[in-house]
């Protein structure tokens, strides 16, 4: 079985298409997180294991980064702090985390302390691809001209959504806000840029 939530043309490579993927079962959802959970716990003294979370990780983190500071050489610079962090983690306990919600959780964090700092340096549009060399000018300028018509938090949503995967639960966790709250922000957030895109 798989699942399509494909919403709207933006060019094949999209940040705001979630490509189709089959579902995973419960089984393989344990697995995937007893392992990023193991590879969070050994990446401070194995560059194996940093290494494999750089690889599964790195377009998510700038993802994220890049949809709170807007700024792309500024999220560039979020994806290497976030994981020089994860090799500096104390308080990481892999029977209760839930390894991928807290490398995004660091990355949301890493991110806002940039755009503060670097505040009157960030842009509001940026004509460059999510770190990926291989997508076109227009997505680009597509994405981001879409993503503009949102307010920070529903940004972060369809972000952590669409591109990240989460599911509401984990966002709602990331966010420390009600699931129902960030449903209803997401839901918003996706007819906004429906409409913003002529599709409603």
């Keep these: 079985m798989t699942a399509d939530t494909k919403l709207f043309h933006g060019g094949d490579t999209a940040i705001i298409f979630s490509h189709t993927q089959p579902i995973a079962d419960d089984m393989e959802i344990s697995q995937q997180c007893n392992e990023v959970n193991d590879l969070i716990i050994s990446c401070k003294t194995s560059k194996e294991s940093l290494s494999k979370l750089y690889t599964m990780f790195k377009r998510s983190v700038f993802a994220i980064a890049f949809s709170i500071t807007g700024d792309y050489h500024l999220s560039e610079d979020c994806v290497a702090e976030t994981f020089v962090r994860l090799t500096q983690v104390k308080r990481f306990s892999a029977k209760n985390g839930d390894g991928r919600g807290f490398i995004f959780t ?95």
């Design 106 to 200: 660091v990355a949301r964090n890493v991110a806002f302390e940039q755009r503060r700092r670097y505040r009157k340096n960030c842009v509001n549009l940026v004509i460059q691809s999510y770190g990926d060399a291989d997508k076109t000018v227009e997505d680009s300028i597509f994405i981001n001209q879409l993503l503009k018509n949102l307010n920070d938090k529903q940004r972060q949503i369809v972000v952590l959504k669409c591109y990240s995967g989460l599911t509401f639960k984990e966002i709602a966790v990331i966010m420390k806000s009600p699931e129902s709250t960030i449903k209803s922000k997401y839901q918003k957030a996706i007819n906004i840029l429906k409409s913003k895109a002529g599709v409603i």
